[in-house]
């Protein structure tokens, strides 16, 4: 169940403009739920097509160990560390949204740097603050 809720949430967050998404989320899902739940072969077969292109976006610029989880910094402060274990919804929400606007010909070639760029990131402490789950 919990794979479904997360392409749900993807769709809901990909046709949402943010300023409009107003917490909680089980009711923001609800309500994308009910205003979609007739669409056409066509925009299915769209949704589905968008959704494996940031899958595969975030696959190769994240890879397994990042995808959905935060930088932890070694013991001296430094972006040295590892991954978290812990898979955060918030993170693999951004991640993917991130991706949408653009194409596997744009991001592949830039990977490393993407990559880079969100270890610094999620390194921080504001980030941390602000991803952290209860």
């Known amino acids: 169940m919990k794979d479904a809720e997360r392409v749900l949430r ?3 967050f990909s046709d949402t403009q943010i300023q409009n998404y107003k917490p909680k989320i089980r009711t923001f899902l609800n309500e994308y739920m009910e205003n979609n739940k007739d ?3 066509e925009r299915l077969t769209e949704k589905e097509s968008l959704f494996k292109k940031c899958v595969e ?3 190769v610029v994240f890879g397994k160990e990042l995808t959905g989880r935060k930088w932890i910094k070694d013991e001296g402060n430094e972006p040295n560390g ?3 274990s812990t898979f955060n919804e918030g993170i693999f929400d951004a ?3 991130g ?3 653009y194409e596997k010909r744009d991001i592949i070639p ?3 740097m993407v990559r880079d760029a969100y270890i ?3 390194a921080s402490e504001a980030f941390s603050e602000t991803t952290m789950t209860d």
């Open 57 to 59: 976006l975030c696959s």
């Open 99 to 101: 991706f949408i606007d």
């Open 82 to 84: 590892t991954a978290s």
């Open 110 to 112: 830039l990977s490393q």
């Open 10 to 12: 993807f769709f809901a």
């Open 39 to 41: 669409l056409t072969v």
């Open 120 to 122: 610094d990131l999620s």
């Open 95 to 97: 991640q993917m949204v």
